[in-house]
């Protein structure tokens, strides 16, 4: 039996009677000519309260003093939809959280009029925001206990590098009246001289070792603190570097040549000095024997940040080794003094004041490390 209803009635009485969406139709000038029921139930208007008033009068009072209104009937004339999740208003002056929906409406190409569709999410949003709330106060206890951790490690590097250094001055001590009585008593041959070498080797080994444990809790303190805002001349630290730079005996003198196009840095001199010497030593210490040693030293300005560069033509560095070059105590190469704390504390001071550090290198060929401090002066 055909129904005596049409097609665009039915629509009309559908759209009337949804009761969970705010559903209403204006002129051009965004003035309310149509209404469903939804909107008394979310927004509280009665019809001869709703139609004919401009629809600004749904949004906060910051928002219609903002001409937000106006700006969203503009977004949608001109895209032909504007979608929105923001706050509205009810008619007792409560605000809730809204899924929003403008259509602008043609007929036969003109442009007669809008379509708006609300939706009251609140509760959806309250959810989020307590979501949000959890994540925050389990990262914020994460954040605790690395603290924790991290004062644990400081505490730790810091009796390890003092409490070790009377046992060390003992043993070598006691080496040295050991090497007297061997020597007193016609005992010091090949064998006996070697192994005894091997222990001052490990004692002058273990005396490096705490001495950059302290030296990395004066960094961890000098991290902590606030950064330096002194500004220091490049050229300056670099000269003075090479003037105190003890180049190692076993190895070729190295010819460094600079570049520096950028000379002043907002930085702290004592760690772009620490910085800079690590990176010149390493390149010269771990030289190629098969040619000579040449180290290039430049900077360039790349916004937003002073790039300086150290490449050098010596061993280079295998791609398995670059994953680990800047972990703590990682050495590659046993024919040079070291203890491998160096690159790990020049990364730590750049990335801390903001920084980073980049590395190419190919074995057999060279390395290129790329330091990028913060440009601001």
């Known amino acids: 039996m ?39 139930q979310l927004k509280g208007y009665k019809e001869d309260e709703f139609v004919g008033e401009f629809y600004g009068m749904l949004f906060p009072e910051e928002y219609q003093q903002a001409g937000k209104p106006e700006e969203e009937l503009k977004s949608a004339l001109a895209a032909g939809v504007y979608e929105t999740k923001d706050w509205r208003r009810k008619k007792d002056g409560s605000l809730f959280w809204a899924t929003i929906k403008l259509t602008a409406i043609y007929a036969e190409g003109k442009h007669i009029g809008f379509t708006k569709v609300t939706g009251d999410i609140t509760e959806q949003k ?76 490990s004692i002058n080994r273990f005396k490096r070792t705490i001495a950059d444990l302290a030296e990395i809790n004066r960094m961890q303190k000098g991290l902590s603190e606030n950064p330096s805002d002194e500004v220091i001349n490049m050229k300056e630290v670099y000269e003075d570097i090479m003037a105190d730079l003890n180049k190692p005996k076993k190895l070729k003198a190295c010819f460094i040549h600079t570049d520096l196009q950028v000379y002043q ?48 033509n010596g061993l280079g560095i295998s791609p398995q080794q670059q994953e680990e070059l800047f972990t703590m105590f990682r050495r590659f190469h046993d024919h040079v003094e070291g203890t491998g704390v160096g690159l790990y504390m020049v990364k730590r001071i750049l990335e801390n004041a903001g920084g980073k550090i980049e590395v190419e290198s190919e074995e057999g060929s060279g390395t290129k490390f790329r330091l990028y401090f913060p440009a601001a002066v």
């Open 265 to 312: 840095l907002k930085f702290s001199r004592k760690n772009f000095r620490s910085i800079l010497y690590n990176m010149i030593s390493n390149a010269i210490k771990f030289q190629s024997p098969d040619r000579d040693c040449i180290v290039t030293i430049a900077s360039r300005l790349e916004e937003p940040y002073v790039v300086l560069s150290i490449k050098d």
């Open 2 to 40: 055909k129904t005596p209803y049409s097609p665009e009635l039915i629509n009309t009485l559908f759209i009337e009677q949804i009761k969970d969406y705010a559903i209403f139709a204006m002129d051009t000038e965004g003035m309310i000519t149509t209404w469903n029921q939804g909107v008394e």
């Open 126 to 201: 309250k959810l989020q925001d307590q979501l949000a709330e959890r994540q925050q106060s389990a990262l914020e206890h994460k954040n605790m206990q690395l603290q924790r951790i991290n004062l644990d490690l400081d505490t730790f590097i810091y009796t390890a590098s003092h409490d070790l250094r009377s046992p060390i001055l003992n043993i070598e001590g006691l080496m040295d009246i050991l090497k007297d009585e061997l020597a007193s008593a016609n005992a010091l041959n090949d064998n006996t001289e070697e192994i005894v070498l091997r222990v001052e080797d």
